[in-house]
C-alpha cells in the first residue's frame, strides 16, 4: 500500500474554509461523501463520531500536522482526505502550534489491519520534514497530488 492508493485525490481541500477544528472535520467528511468513498455512511454522524473521539485525545500530532482516524462499518478500503489552512487551526495539538495540514483517514472497523497499515505510511510521510513543508507550502490540488505522488 502507498500514500497515494489511501489519499482520494479529489478529497483535497489546498484551502480550508473552516476556521476551527469541528468545522475543517466536516469540510474533509463532506468531500469524501461527495466524492462517493463514504458509501452508505452518513456524513453527518461520521463527523459527530470523529468530534467525539477529537475531544477524547487529540491527534494533533504537532509540527503543524494532524492526523484525525477513524475505524467504521461500511466501507471496504482506508481513505484518506487532506486538507490544508495557511492560517492554522488550533487541534489542541501536542506541541500547543496550529495545524496547517490535515489528513483525515477513515478505515474499515472490520479490517484493523488495513487501518494500522495505512496509519504507518501516513505517520512515515509525515515525519518527513520536506514532506510536511511541502505540503505547508502547497497553494492547488494538482501541488499537493504531486507532492503525494513524489513520496511515494
Same mark, same amino acid.
Given at each position: 500500500?502507498?500514500?497515494? !492508493?489511501? =489519499?482520494?485525490?479529489? %478529497?483535497?481541500?489546498? #484551502?480550508?474554509?473552516?476556521? !476551527?477544528?469541528?468545522? %475543517?472535520?466536516?469540510?474533509?467528511?463532506?468531500?469524501?461523501?461527495?466524492?462517493?468513498?463514504?458509501?452508505?455512511?452518513?456524513?453527518?454522524?461520521?463527523?459527530?463520531?470523529?468530534?467525539?473521539? #477529537? /475531544? #477524547?485525545?487529540?491527534?494533533?500530532?504537532?509540527?503543524?500536522?494532524?492526523?484525525?482516524?477513524?475505524?467504521? @462499518?461500511?466501507? !471496504?478500503?482506508?481513505? %484518506?482526505? =487532506?486538507?490544508?489552512?495557511? $492560517?492554522?487551526?488550533?487541534?489542541?495539538?501536542?506541541? $500547543?502550534?496550529? =495545524?496547517?495540514?490535515?489528513?483525515?483517514?477513515?478505515?474499515? +472497523?472490520? /479490517?484493523? @489491519? +488495513?487501518?494500522?497499515?495505512?496509519?504507518?505510511?501516513?505517520?512515515?510521510?509525515? /515525519?518527513?520534514? @520536506?514532506?510536511?513543508?511541502?505540503?505547508?507550502? %502547497?497553494?492547488?490540488? #494538482?501541488?499537493? =497530488?504531486?507532492?503525494?505522488?513524489?513520496? @511515494?
Amino acid at each position: 500500500m502507498k500514500l497515494s !492508493d489511501i =489519499v482520494c485525490f479529489s %478529497a483535497i481541500i489546498p #484551502e480550508l474554509e473552516s476556521k !476551527d477544528r469541528n468545522g %475543517a472535520v466536516r469540510e474533509l467528511v463532506e468531500i469524501l461523501y461527495r466524492e462517493g468513498r463514504l458509501g452508505s455512511l452518513e456524513p453527518e454522524k461520521l463527523t459527530k463520531a470523529i468530534i467525539q473521539r #477529537e /475531544n #477524547e485525545a487529540s491527534t494533533g500530532m504537532g509540527k503543524g500536522v494532524a492526523l484525525p482516524h477513524i475505524k467504521v @462499518d461500511g466501507i !471496504d478500503e482506508p481513505v %484518506a482526505a =487532506v486538507g490544508r489552512s495557511s $492560517k492554522g487551526i488550533d487541534f489542541r495539538s501536542l506541541d $500547543k502550534q496550529p =495545524v496547517y495540514t490535515i489528513l483525515l483517514l477513515i478505515s474499515p +472497523k472490520e /479490517n484493523p @489491519d +488495513k487501518h494500522l497499515q495505512a496509519m504507518e505510511i501516513l505517520f512515515r510521510h509525515l /515525519n518527513q520534514d @520536506d514532506f510536511r513543508r511541502f505540503l505547508r507550502q %502547497a497553494q492547488t490540488v #494538482e501541488e499537493i =497530488v504531486e507532492i503525494i505522488r513524489d513520496a @511515494d
